[in-house]
C-alpha cells in the first residue's frame, strides 16, 4: 500500500501534467494567431509592393503617428479594434474551452481511478486482515495514514481484540471443563465399579433364591447406572466441544464389525444375524473408536424392536461426495409421529422397549454430525425400521440438522 508521500508525490505529477497540458494549449492558440496576423500582413504588404520596406519598418517598429493614422483608415473600413474574422475568433474560443475541459476531465478521471485503486486496495488488505483472524492468526493491523476508511480500520482492530480474547477465554473454558468432566467421571466410575464388585461378591456368596435374585438386581440397575453415566459424560464434552475425534479413513466394514463385537451378547440371546453387505472396500472418514459406538447404539436398537431369529443387515455404499451406511432390522418399523423425535434425548416412544433410557440415539446422532456427517431415520418400503448414516470425505464446516419425516403409511 502507497505512503501518504507517495501519493502526495502522485497528486504533484498530475498537476504538474495539468499544467504542462494547459501550457501546450496556450501556445498552441499564440501559434493559431500569429499565423493568421502573418496571413493579414502579407495580403497588405501585396498591395504596396514598391512600399514593402516602408511596410515592414512600421509592423517592426510602428510609430504612434502611424498608428493613430492606421487606425483611423482601418476604422474608415469597419475595423473598429478587431482585424482578426469573428467566426476565427468563435472558433479558436470553443476550441481552447474544449481543450481546457478535456484536461479537466481527464485529469479528474485519472485521480478518480487512482481513488477507486486505493480503496480497492484498502478493502483488499482489510478483508485479508479478517481471513487471517478467521484462520485464527491475529497479524497486527498496519497503519496506513488517515483517510476514510481509518475509523473503520480503528473500529475493526478493536472487534479483532476482543474477539481474540474471547476466543481465548472460550479455549480456556473448554479446556478447564475437559478437566472437570475427567474429574467426574473418575469420582462417579469409583464408586459404581466398587458396587458392581460388591455386588458381584454378595451374588456369589449369597444361596438362598431371592437374595441372589436381589444382588443380580442391584448388579443390573448398577451396570445400567454406569451405561448411563458413561453415556451422558460423553454427550456433555460432545456438547462442549471438548471430546478428541480423530477423523482419518478407515474400512467401513471394519467399523461395522467393531460395532457388532460391542452388541453381540444381545444378538445371540435373541438368535439374531446381522449381515454386513455393500462394497468391502467403501471408506468412511471418521474417527474408528466412537464411530463404531454409534453404528453399536443403532445395531442395538433394531435388535432391541426386532423379533427373535429375525435378521439386521448392514449395507455400505460409497459415491464420490459420501459414504453411505444403512442398518435395516426386520421388526415393525417407526410410528410415523415418533420419527421426528426419534433422536431427541430421553425420549421414548410407543414402542420403546422396558428399561430404556431414551439416550442412545441421541449419542449416536451427536458423534456422527459432531464429525460433520448425517443421520436419520426412516421406514422401508417393507416398513421396517432404517437407519441411514452418510460421512462425507470433506465434512463440511457446520453440522446440519438433517431429518426426514416423509415416511411410508404402515
Given amino acids: ?35 493568421a496576423f502573418y496571413d493579414r500582413a502579407a495580403a497588405v504588404a501585396s498591395v504596396f509592393p514598391d512600399k514593402a520596406s516602408d ?34 475568433i468563435a472558433a479558436e474560443i470553443i476550441s481552447v474551452s474544449l481543450l481546457y475541459l478535456l484536461c479537466f476531465f481527464i485529469i479528474a478521471a485519472l485521480a478518480l481511478a487512482a481513488g477507486r485503486r486505493r480503496e480497492a486496495r484498502r478493502i483488499a488488505d482489510l478483508v485479508q486482515y479478517l481471513r487471517q483472524v478467521e484462520s485464527g492468526v491475529y497479524p497486527v493491523l498496519p497503519r496506513s495514514g488517515e483517510d476514510k476508511f481509518s475509523h473503520l480500520e480503528d473500529e475493526l482492530y478493536k ?20 478437566v472437570n468432566l475427567a474429574d467426574i467421571s473418575h469420582q462417579l466410575k469409583t464408586p459404581l465399579t466398587g458396587v458392581s464388585l460388591m455386588g458381584e461378591l454378595l451374588l456369589n456368596s449369597l444361596t438362598d433364591k431371592k437374595q441372589r435374585q436381589a444382588a443380580e ?3 443390573s440397575q448398577n451396570s445400567r447406572m454406569t451405561d448411563l453415566v458413561s453415556s451422558l459424560l460423553t454427550l456433555s464434552k460432545l456438547d462442549a466441544g471438548v471430546l478428541p475425534l480423530n477423523r482419518k479413513p478407515v474400512s467401513a466394514k471394519d467399523v461395522i464389525s467393531s460395532a457388532v463385537q460391542a452388541v453381540d451378547p444381545l444378538l445371540k ?40 431369529g429375525s435378521q439386521i443387515t448392514a449395507a455400505a ?13 426386520e421388526g415393525s ?11 431427541e434425548r430421553f425420549y421414548r416412544g410407543k414402542q420403546a422397549v422396558r ?18 456427517g448425517e443421520l436419520y431415520a426412516e421406514n422401508s418400503k417393507d416398513c421396517s425400521a432404517r437407519y441411514v448414516i452418510r460421512f462425507y470425505e470433506h465434512a463440511p464446516e457446520e453440522n446440519n440438522e438433517y431429518m426426514r419425516s416423509l415416511t411410508p403409511n404402515c
Avoid at 517598429?61 to 469597419?78: E, K, Q, T, V
Fill in 1 to 35: 500500500m502507497k505512503s501518504k508521500g507517495q501519493r502526495a508525490a502522485v497528486t504533484t505529477g498530475l498537476m504538474g501534467l495539468c499544467l504542462l497540458f494547459c501550457l501546450a494549449i496556450s501556445v498552441s492558440v499564440v501559434r493559431r494567431c500569429e499565423a
Fill in 269 to 308: 440371546q435373541k438368535r439374531q444375524n446381522l449381515v454386513i453387505q455393500g462394497d468391502n472396500d467403501s471408506v468412511l472418514f471418521c474417527d474408528f473408536g466412537w464411530t463404531a459406538e454409534a453404528f453399536g447404539n443403532l445395531i442395538k436398537n433394531c435388535s432391541e424392536h426386532s423379533p427373535e
Fill in 355 to 372: 428399561g430404556s433410557i431414551g439416550i442412545g440415539l441421541a449419542l449416536a446422532k451427536s458423534i456422527v454430525e459432531r464429525q460433520g
Fill in 217 to 219: 438386581t442391584i448388579i
Fill in 317 to 329: 455404499e460409497q459415491n464420490p461426495i459420501y459414504t453411505q451406511i444403512t442398518i435395516e432390522d
Fill in 333 to 343: 418399523g417407526f410410528s410415523p409421529e415418533d420419527i421426528p423425535h426419534l433422536f
Fill in 159 to 178: 472487534t479483532v481484540s476482543a474477539l481474540r480474547e474471547s476466543r481465548e477465554m472460550a479455549a480456556l473454558g473448554k479446556e478447564n471443563l475437559a
Fill in 55 to 88: 511596410v515592414m519598418a512600421a509592423l517592426k517598429i510602428p510609430s504612434a503617428a502611424d498608428l493613430l493614422a492606421g487606425r483611423n483608415i482601418l476604422s474608415a473600413y469597419g475595423y473598429n479594434g478587431q482585424l482578426l474574422d469573428a467566426r476565427f
